[in-house]
């Protein structure tokens, strides 16, 4: 009897801490995120190769462009000038040379897939020529040192 007398009390305890925990924003059934679970992340260790790598974006795209806020009527010319700089210099480019390139043009592609819908279709296959031109070439380098050793 003195079970059920206390059953009032209890659903209102427990409620009252459920509404605690929406008030503080937390999700219905997630985990509480309470003091003892809340740590401060580590930091990431600084990008010494970013730096780096956006000399090398510099001269394969021969300008200084943020690729992250590149309109989608430019990406055609940025392709062009780094197909046309890998063109020029594959023959003295070194493995990572390679590396460098594939990173950039990772970028110019992720970039290109966040606004391919604005592009005529005709752009969308000179880039896609572009991109298929640059493995090309990366494959026949690897081909070549293959052969000749």
Not at 109 to 132: C, S
Request: proline letters at 5%; charged letters at 25%; hydrophobic letters at 35%.
């Amino acid at each position: 009897m003195l079970l059920l007398a206390s059953l009032p009390v209890l659903s209102h305890a427990q409620s009252s801490a459920a509404d605690s925990q929406h008030q503080r924003g937390e999700l219905t059934g997630a985990r509480p995120s309470g003091d003892l679970l809340a740590r401060p992340r580590p930091q990431a260790a600084p990008r010494r190769a970013a730096a780096s790598s956006d000399l090398i974006q510099q001269h394969l795209l021969k300008t200084d462009v943020n690729l992250a806020r590149v309109e989608a009527q430019q990406l055609p010319g940025l392709y062009e000038r780094f197909i046309g700089t890998t063109r020029d210099e594959r023959r003295s480019w070194s493995y990572p040379d390679w590396d460098n390139a594939a990173i950039v043009l990772a970028r110019l592609n992720q970039r290109y897939e966040q606004v391919r819908a604005a592009l005529p279709i005709e752009e969308r296959l000179r880039i896609r020529t572009m991109q298929g031109e640059f493995h090309s070439l990366r494959g026949a380098r690897q081909a070549k040192d293959r052969t000749d050793k």
